[in-house]
């Protein structure tokens, strides 16, 4: 397959193209800007839809119009905008209507800074808006993985009708690497049980809606989408593991920094440091049972974040605190060094 | 015996949850009548608000989206621009498009959007119980101005018909109301010509609907229609502010 | 092995296309590779950097912190990066621009005048260009049809007549 070199921002919008999406909603942010200007140039041509909308919060409703009629729809912004779109995603979530947000992170909080973070994991998998929900939320760490990412959360929320982010940041969204595009079968999925397109007087009406003022008719809902997101969490993880089989330090981190500790691994394993590396690909559902296993000859756990510390919360539950979790991390945009990461790995020592 | 006057099939044979004399039900009749009389049900995808109107979704017999509160143009801008085929349309109040909506509202319509909105204009906020709507009128007292609606502190009503008819984007905007026979029969003309706009493609038509909250403006169904009359329409003038279908046919 | 390239000047001089010749060289070649450009305020006419990294194997960290090879087009960009530079690493500078030189033992230098060199040959904006030709003569890091290839590559069709400068500019970079 040819291999073409892109920044991450433009082949997550071809991959989206090539997934079959035909629409694009979304407003200027830096630094995801080039997903938006990819998809103005090649949307219309694809036989798509792009529009520019007037704020993050009508881009995301567009999305939950077009998707509620059963198209592949996805936005895509940096920090600030996503808290915007928030609330569009809780309907989302609560009208069960798949959609793929895209999530190139930037330091915050408030307007924060413009270079590469990963201060939106909390965001990102505990409260994407308001209300008893989960989205699915995928960590590429490559530019090829944002291609491949894509395609698979497209699939994934249609085959359970739940939206999906795909968390990157600014860092992946501007680096260019070398990608492939694999041959993918985009319209694997029947929407016709629910989608808004027009009864053409042959069925009942069809209704896209989050609002139950019965609290009954709200709780057996939300209890039986949390019945899919166990099917969900059962079926659906994924997580790299690397050099994991004798390590004694694991270090786990995601996304850009996963990259950065893969070189510091690397570097203490050429010290005689026995490292690993658990790098989740799904963040929601967080991979428990790989890092179990990635972890189960680990003395220490060594966490790596481009923030104060966010997915810590989830290593420490899934290993159930059965082992010491350090962490080190840097924030405010500033990416951490293997250099930096290799000293804390001296520093908690590990067998040689 | 000839039937003279019938329930839409569109419309659905439920019982609504609206308060007694609310017109609502009279603006829910008139779409469904022209849904029935254009023969686009089938076709047709509702949008409804954040209000009153927000559980139309049980009561509109087309497909049917609940958007955000404010969002409807929003969403119903999603659903054309994928489905240019279907008819889209929006139901939505004062407080929802012309408050926490009104730059979707704006932005839609000065994109030319090509759907329709249905805007009940009856100065109030319903569901919520009454407080100050960006209709309320100056002097009306509601929950939130107790002491009536003072414009130094709380502003002015927006217009929304006369502000819409300055975007070029805007195809039809007419303010009718649902106070007597003959304004029911003109405002079921007007949202007839806004799906026939949509269907030859004219772009964004906001038919603006001034109806009562008998609830909670504290008077009966016949007082309110009466206050309708007397305070709103001298306030919101009943016409068409925009028709680029009667300037294209002036041009002829 | 991996060859960690930094390229940094102003905004305007090229710095993040000749970075990306660099990449496409590295795609031309089956390599793993990264380029990475510094992005924000600069984009508007500061200061501009980017990182590209060449290998073997797949890339970790894309950020250059201790370039192997430094390309420095501006005074700023040199004082800032210099002493990063890895022992044994190799700088390019633009001497036209960059007035200072260089002290330490442990890496080389080599000094082109190359803004001087493009305009004394009707090459307008071709330093950076000029700078990848001595590159690639000095480390050996692609080959010359390499680099042309990835010329050709990176060029937009609209601007096909460019590529014959941009060959005329890297032989110009190779044989000074």
Redesign the interface.
């Known amino acids: 397959m040819e291999r073409n070199l892109m920044k991450g921002n433009e082949a997550l919008a071809e991959a989206a193209i090539r997934a079959g999406c ?2 694009f ?1 979304g407003y200027p942010i830096t630094p995801q800007t080039e997903l938006a200007a990819y998809m103005a140039k090649r949307m219309h041509k694809a036989g798509g ?1 792009f ?1 520019q ?3 993050e ?3 995301i ?9 059963g ?1 592949r ?1 996805m936005t895509s912004s940096s920090s600030p905008g996503v808290s915007l779109k928030a ?2 995603i809780s ?1 989302l979530a609560g ?1 069960d209507v798949p959609a793929l947000i895209i999530n190139v992170q930037r330091g915050g909080p408030g307007l924060g800074g413009i270079q590469p973070s990963q201060a939106d994991y909390w965001q990102a998998t505990r409260a994407m808006g308001h209300g008893d929900f989960h989205i699915l939320v995928f960590a590429p760490s490559s530019v090829q993985e944002m291609v491949d990412m894509v395609t698979k959360a497209f699939d994934t929320a249609d085959k359970y009708r739940v939206p999906a982010m795909i968390l990157a940041d600014g860092l992946l969204g501007q680096m260019m690497e070398p990608v492939t595009f694999p041959e993918i079968d985009a319209n694997a999925h029947d929407k016709s049980s629910w989608a ?7 069925r009942e ?7 139950y ?1 019965q609290p009954d008719g709200l709780e057996k809902t939300v209890v039986e989408r949390f019945k899919r997101y166990e099917i969900i969490k059962a079926e659906e993880t994924d997580a790299e593991l690397y050099l994991t089989e004798d390590c004694d330090i694991l270090l786990c981190a995601y996304g850009a920094s996963a990259r950065v500790a893969k070189s510091a691994v690397n570097s203490a394993r050429e010290l005689g440091i026995k490292a690993g590396l658990f790098r989740p690909k799904t963040l929601w559902p967080f991979p428990v049972k790989e890092i179990n296993e990635a972890a189960k000859n680990a003395s220490v756990i060594l966490d790596v974040e481009m923030s104060m510390g966010q997915m810590i919360d989830d290593v420490k539950l899934a290993l159930n605190c059965s082992k010491p979790v350090e962490f080190f991390g840097r924030t405010g945009g500033i990416i951490p060094t293997p250099a930096e990461v290799l000293e804390e790995i001296k520093k908690l020592g590990g067998a040689q | 015996m000839a039937v003279v006057f019938e329930r839409p099939k569109s419309l659905l044979d439920v019982s609504t949850h609206y308060c007694p004399g609310c017109t609502h039900g009279i603006v829910h009749r008139l779409v469904c009548e022209v849904l029935d009389e254009m023969d686009i ?5 509702g ?1 409804c608000p954040v209000g009153c109107s ?2 139309a ?2 009561y ?9 509160h404010g ?1 409807a143009p ?10 240019p085929d ?2 889209v349309f929006t139901y939505q109040g004062d407080g929802d498009l012309a408050a926490i909506g009104t ?2 509202t ?2 839609s319509a000065t994109r030319g959007e090509n759907i329709v909105v249905i805007f009940i204009n009856n100065t109030i906020y319903g569901m919520t119980g009454g407080q100050m709507a960006p209709t309320t009128l100056p002097g009306q007292v509601t929950q939130t101005t107790p002491f009536g609606r003072d414009p130094k502190l709380a502003g002015y009503p927006v217009r929304v018909c006369e502000m819409l008819s300055t975007l070029t984007g805007t195809a039809y905007a007419h303010r009718v109301a649902v106070d007597s026979v003959p304004h029911i029969r003109e405002a079921k003309k007007a949202i007839r010509k806004a799906f026939e706009n949509q269907k030859a493609g004219k772009g964004f038509s906001i038919i603006e609907v001034l109806s009562t909250c008998p609830t909670n403006w504290g008077l009966t169904p016949v007082e309110a229609l009466q206050r309708l009359r007397d305070d709103m329409i001298p306030y919101y003038p009943l016409g068409v502010y925009k028709d680029i279908t009667a300037d294209e046919e002036g041009n002829k | 092995m991996t060859t960690e390239i930094l390229l940094a000047g102003f905004g305007g001089q090229g710095v993040l296309f000749a970075g990306k010749i660099l990449a496409y060289c590295g795609l031309m070649d089956s390599k793993e590779l990264s380029w990475l450009p510094s992005y924000g305020p600069e984009m508007r006419g500061g200061t501009a950097n980017c990182s590209v990294c060449i290998s073997d194997e797949p890339i970790g960290s894309p950020l250059v912190l201790a370039p192997d090879i430094l390309v420095a087009m501006n005074g700023p960009s040199y004082d800032k990066f210099i002493n990063a530079v890895k022992p044994g690493g190799k700088v390019f500078i633009d001497s036209t621009l960059v007035e200072a030189k260089c002290e330490r033992t442990d890496i080389e230098c080599y000094y082109i005048p190359s803004s001087q060199l493009a305009d004394d040959n009707q090459l307008k904006g071709g330093s950076n260009i000029i700078l990848l030709g001595k590159i690639i003569k000095e480390t050996g890091i692609f080959s010359l049809e390499t680099m042309k290839k990835a010329i050709e590559k990176v060029v937009p069709p609209s601007k096909a007549h460019l590529i014959a400068n941009n060959f005329r500019a890297i032989e110009l970079g190779m044989n000074n």
């Open positions: 035909k629409c909603f839809v529009l909308a007037e704020s919060i009508a881009a409703n567009m999305v939950l119009g077009a998707a509620s009629t198209v729809a609330e569009g309907y009208s808004a397109t027009g009864h053409k007087n042959e009406h069809h209704i896209i809606n989050s609002l003022l | 049900a089938g076709d047709t995808i949008v927000v559980m979704y049980d509109f017999g087309c497909d049917m989206i609940e958007a955000p969002r929003a969403v119903a801008t999603g659903v054309k621009r994928t489905n279907k008819f730059c979707e704006v932005h």
